[in-house]
């Protein structure tokens, strides 16, 4: 395996320190003349990550979020209550969402129950005026460098990656699924929207850019090959899968099948807990016997 390639200059990495694990999950903070941040995280981790633009003197002019699940951007509304300027780039389906929370907290409440709270807490709503849309193509202006916005659904229907032509940094939030370690790489497909077809096609359009380096949310920097190998997982995993779903295999059965491709993410026991609770194998699957249902199977 490859070791981790450098964050090239002006670019940081920010752990967010989620479920107190260290390189789980992160925010990317890009200096520039008009400094940007990629990604909040959870409203949980709001103190980590003040904490941590305060200790750098930063006040972002720009916040961008991936896409607007709760452990990427359930903290904006708080960051955008802290920084008065700030303007805030999301996706149109994603926009509502967040001026409004609600929804988005009964749907992650009715997967979660009470747990939710100590996991990912309450967004804060964001002020409509506030907000820009990014829409394929978009460019973000930072003053003396920018970002490109390309949709990629697949993980979500929303999901954009945000590429810095100067550094060739393409930053992925779930478009590749996680990485950890020295690339270890698991797809990420959860449900209800997780799309085989359209991840598939994401991961070929983020590699048509050429980026140099992919930067993953969960978590950190890893080298281009990241990409082909996100593609490969999940061409696996459907190879595994779809054969077992067909001739109408059980949960438990599709889980011990997932179980050898996958194996353990690295590092100690609670990292692991960790990282299963952000994403667990019984989770993926669910997203992919959705995907099924509505594309393959014909009943949803
Ligand atoms: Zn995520």
């Keep these: 395996m490859p070791d981790r390639p450098i964050t090239p200059p002006g670019v940081d990495v920010l752990d967010v320190k989620l479920f107190g694990a260290d390189n789980l999950s992160c925010s990317y903070l890009i200096d520039a003349a008009e400094p940007a941040l990629i990604e909040t995280g959870p409203a949980t981790v ?5 904490d941590t633009l305060t200790a750098r003197g930063v006040e972002p002019k720009h916040v961008v979020l991936s896409h607007i699940h709760l452990d990427h951007g359930g903290g904006i509304g708080h960051i955008a209550e802290l920084f008065g300027d700030t303007t805030i780039w999301v996706h149109d389906i994603g926009a509502p969402h967040i001026v409004d929370p609600s929804r988005l907290v009964a749907s992650a409440r009715r997967l979660f129950g009470d747990a ?14 506030r907000i820009k849309i990014i829409d394929e193509g978009s ?9 490109h916005v390309l949709y990629t659904p697949g993980h979500a229907r929303h999901e954009v990656t945000l590429f810095d032509p100067d550094s060739r940094v393409a930053f992925v939030g779930d478009t590749a699924g996680v990485c950890y370690g020295d690339a270890w790489q698991k797809p990420a497909t959860p449900p ?10 994401s991961i070929g359009r983020v590699q048509a850019l050429r980026p140099e380096l992919i930067c993953f949310t969960h978590f950190g920097p890893a080298n281009e090959s990241a990409l082909e190998e996100a593609a490969k997982d999940l061409r696996e995993w459907d190879g595994l899968l779809r054969p077992l779903v067909l001739r109408g295999a059980d949960e438990e059965e599709l889980i011990a099948a997932l179980e050898p491709n996958v194996g353990e993410p690295p590092g100690d026991p609670s990292f692991v807990r960790a990282a299963v609770e952000l994403s667990s194998n019984r989770n993926s699957l669910l997203g992919f016997l959705r995907y099924y249902r509505k594309n393959v199977i014909g009943d949803a």
């Design 46 to 50: 709001f103190d980590t990550l003040r």
């Design 116 to 129: 939710l709270d100590t996991m990912y807490g309450e967004p804060k709503p964001v002020d409509e005026a």
């Design 139 to 147: 460019v973000i202006p930072l003053g003396d460098r920018e970002l």
């Design 192 to 201: 209800p929207e997780f799309d085989l077809d359209a991840a598939l096609d």
